[in-house]
């Protein structure tokens, strides 16, 4: 699995496009930025579907995962977030993950507790089937380690 953090919202699309030119498997992680003191999210459902996330995109062949911290002083719920103002994502909560297309977001997503490895999986499957290789064992982890949050 490649991963590509998005620092910058106002790189996201562009990024977004360059990744879909890669893969047709192309996956948006939105979740809390993590603390400089404990390495950690400030967001304690997104600690917790970080894993499993990463764990159920993993199966996917050729996936693409962009990672997109959001600060706690811009959170989700914030009028000013600008992924929470845009009409094609409108971000409510984290974590949410939502799958990427070169028409746009897939209309249904994970959010917040349903970022559980059931959930996951089933995700995965239903936005594309062929995508999925029962096959494959990976580990969850990003193949850039440097891409890496």
């Known amino acids: 699995m490649k991963c590509i953090r998005v620092f910058e919202p106002a790189s996201f699309d562009n990024l977004v496009s360059k990744a879909l030119k890669e893969s047709d498997a192309v996956f948006v992680l939105f979740y809390g930025r993590e603390e400089a003191s404990t390495g950690e999210s400030w967001c304690s459902d ?3 579907a970080d894993p499993l996330v990463r764990k159920g995109l993993s199966k996917v062949d050729n ?3 962009l990672e997109v911290p959001v600060d706690r002083s811009l959170d989700q719920a914030s ?6 103002k845009r009409d094609d994502i409108q971000l409510a909560r984290i974590p949410t993950l939502l799958r990427w297309s070169k028409e746009g977001p897939f209309a249904t997503r994970l959010v917040e507790g349903e970022c559980n490895e059931l959930a996951i999986d089933e995700y995965v499957k239903q936005t594309n089937k062929h995508a999925v290789s029962d096959n494959v064992s990976g580990d969850g982890k990003c ?3 440097a891409a890496s949050k």
């Open 46 to 48: 997104c600690v917790i």
């Open 63 to 65: 996936c693409i995962l």
């Open 79 to 84: 009028a000013t977030n600008i992924f929470r």
């Open 143 to 145: 193949d850039d380690p």
